[in-house]
């Protein structure tokens, strides 16, 4: 049986942010920044070669992959929210997530695809701060699983791939994701110290960040759900290097699998980065300039890197069909 939620998290609800027109404007900047780049380091004849050698079987192999790690990614949600809510039907809660992925491909970066998911789960009557705190924590621990990968990419990539400083980068990310964990896990107490500072004016706010804050703060006796999820987090980052390992040997491409689950997680993270506009342009730039630099072909690693964009729209397309039937 779950423990009883927190008394504020009842009734919790939350409107979605406003964008402003010069966020888009620097997304769209960097879209054709990085295309532009693109085309001059690869020509479109050989790309358009590259990708004449795609395998079909290879493209279904990479959507069976694809599905696998969608349904993983969902029951870490699921059971994230099971820690301070109770959750929807697995089926439901993956459709969910699939609706948003396909939004997230016309809107800017994956965060989209949260806010959607958040959206949807609190007008369904739960709690916006439950369903929010679940989303986030599943984003913190996925990104301790990538700092996580990045300690051991240390240690077996190329050197000048991540520079000099590298390895005090990554453990400093590590640390920072790890304090930041910390932070989440008591938000009730910084929230007791913090929140009275607050205007009376700016109730609403305040009812909602302390459901939030007792929301992050009900996982913090929960050590064994948050281990369950990190090493679901790890087994989801190899599922994707399987994903894209499979697109490039469809290609011809001969580049060890280490590479792939050492540096496919740094192309997830890019498009959590705000400056990212759906999966086009900077994606395929990190990707080629990764890739690159471990001996793939610019026009393969681009070839390979669009593939995986086009499985993804696969996988999601059924879903944003129906999406404007859903009631």
């Given at each position: 049986?779950?423990?009883?939620?927190?008394?504020?998290?009842?009734?919790?609800?939350?409107?979605?942010?406003?964008?402003?027109?010069?966020?888009?404007?620097?997304?769209?900047?960097?879209?054709?920044?990085?295309?532009?780049?693109?085309?001059?380091?690869?020509?479109?004849?050989?790309?358009?070669?590259?990708?004449?050698?795609?395998?079909?079987?290879?493209?279904?192999?990479?959507?069976?992959?694809n599905v696998c790690d969608e349904s993983m990614a969902t029951l870490k949600w699921r059971q994230l929210l099971r820690g301070?809510?109770?959750?929807?039907?697995?089926?439901?809660?993956?459709?969910?997530?699939?609706?948003?992925?396909?939004?997230?491909?016309?809107?800017?970066?994956?965060?989209?695809?949260?806010?959607?998911?958040?959206?949807?789960?609190?007008?369904?009557?739960?709690?916006?701060?439950?369903?929010?705190?679940?989303?986030?924590?599943?984003?913190?621990?996925?990104?301790?699983?990538?700092?996580?990968?990045?300690?051991?990419?240390?240690?077996?990539?190329?050197?000048?791939?991540?520079?000099?400083?590298?390895?005090?980068?990554?453990?400093?990310?590590?640390?920072?994701?790890?304090?930041?964990?910390?932070?989440?896990?008591?938000?009730?107490?910084?929230?007791?110290?913090?929140?009275?500072?607050?205007?009376?004016?700016?109730?609403?706010?305040?009812?909602?960040?302390?459901?939030?804050?007792?929301?992050?703060?009900?996982?913090?006796?929960?050590?064994?759900?948050?281990?369950?999820?990190?090493?679901?987090?790890?087994?989801?980052?190899?599922?994707?290097?399987?994903?894209?390992?499979?697109?490039?040997?469809?290609?011809?491409?001969?580049?060890?699998?280490?590479?792939?689950?050492?540096?496919?997680?740094?192309?997830?993270?890019?498009?959590?980065?705000?400056?990212?506009?759906?999966?086009?342009?900077?994606?395929?730039?990190?990707?080629?300039?990764?890739?690159?630099?471990?001996?793939?072909?610019?026009?393969?690693?681009?070839?390979?890197?669009?593939?995986?964009?086009?499985?993804?729209?696969?996988?999601?397309?059924?879903?944003?069909?129906?999406?404007?039937?859903?009631?």
């Open positions: 049986m779950d423990d009883p939620l927190p008394p504020a998290l009842a009734g919790t609800t939350v409107a979605p942010p406003r964008r402003s027109p010069l966020g888009l404007i620097l997304r769209l900047a960097v879209t054709v920044a990085c295309l532009a780049l693109l085309l001059r380091i690869v020509h479109p004849r050989e790309l358009i070669a590259t990708l004449q050698r795609a395998s079909w079987p290879f493209f279904l192999a990479s959507l069976l992959a301070v809510a109770d959750p929807p039907p697995f089926l439901s809660m993956l459709r969910l997530t699939l609706e948003g992925r396909f939004i997230a491909f016309f809107l800017p970066s994956t965060v989209t695809a949260d806010l959607y998911k958040g959206t949807v789960l609190t007008r369904s009557g739960r709690s916006g701060a439950a369903a929010f705190s679940s989303i986030v924590m599943e984003r913190i621990l996925g990104l301790l699983s990538i700092m996580t990968v990045g300690l051991v990419a240390l240690g077996v990539l190329p050197a000048h791939l991540f520079g000099v400083n590298s390895a005090v980068t990554v453990v400093v990310a590590v640390g920072a994701t790890a304090v930041g964990l910390a932070v989440f896990l008591n938000a009730d107490r910084i929230a007791a110290v913090v929140l009275p500072m607050l205007p009376p004016r700016w109730q609403r706010l305040h009812t909602f960040l302390t459901g939030l804050a007792g929301a992050f703060a009900a996982y913090r006796g929960r050590a064994g759900l948050l281990v369950q999820a990190f090493l679901l987090s790890l087994l989801i980052q190899t599922t994707r290097a399987v994903a894209i390992w499979i697109l490039a040997r469809g290609v011809g491409d001969t580049t060890p699998f280490i590479y792939f689950v050492l540096l496919v997680p740094y192309v997830y993270l890019v498009n959590m980065l705000p400056i990212a506009s759906s999966r086009v342009g900077l994606e395929q730039a990190v990707f080629v300039g990764l890739f690159s630099a471990v001996g793939m072909p610019p026009q393969t690693a681009l070839a390979v890197s669009l593939l995986s964009v086009a499985v993804g729209f696969a996988l999601v397309l059924p879903f944003g069909i129906l999406l404007p039937f859903k009631r």
